[in-house]
């Protein structure tokens, strides 16, 4: 995703409601996010629907990461030889 620019992509909810579909279809093209803004304050923003499933995505990266690094640090953490153990037991021989 690109950067807000601010003079294209904060509209107040009247000109969101009136340019929807353009707006809409705009969105697939500049992978800008729109900030809708309800009495001069933002009240909501929208982005296409691949730009959300690349913040979702990430954000499960990230999640993960954390975790990992979380369980790591607890010391929630098996040797090689387990794993290799856990995944020949599921997969069988491994030839590694």
Not at 4 to 25: V, Y
């Amino acid at each position: 995703m690109e950067e807000i620019q601010i003079a294209e992509d904060i509209i107040p909810i009247g000109e969101f409601k009136t340019h929807a579909s353009a707006l809409l279809k705009e969105l697939k093209n500049v992978h800008r996010s729109i900030i809708i803004t309800q009495n001069g304050r933002p009240a909501g923003v929208v982005l296409s629907p691949k730009d959300y499933d690349f913040l979702m995505n990430r954000q499960r990266f990230l999640d993960s990461v954390f975790n990992g690094l979380k369980d790591s640090n607890e010391g929630n953490v098996i040797s090689d030889e387990e794993f290799k153990g856990k995944l020949e037991s599921i997969f069988g021989q491994l030839d590694v």
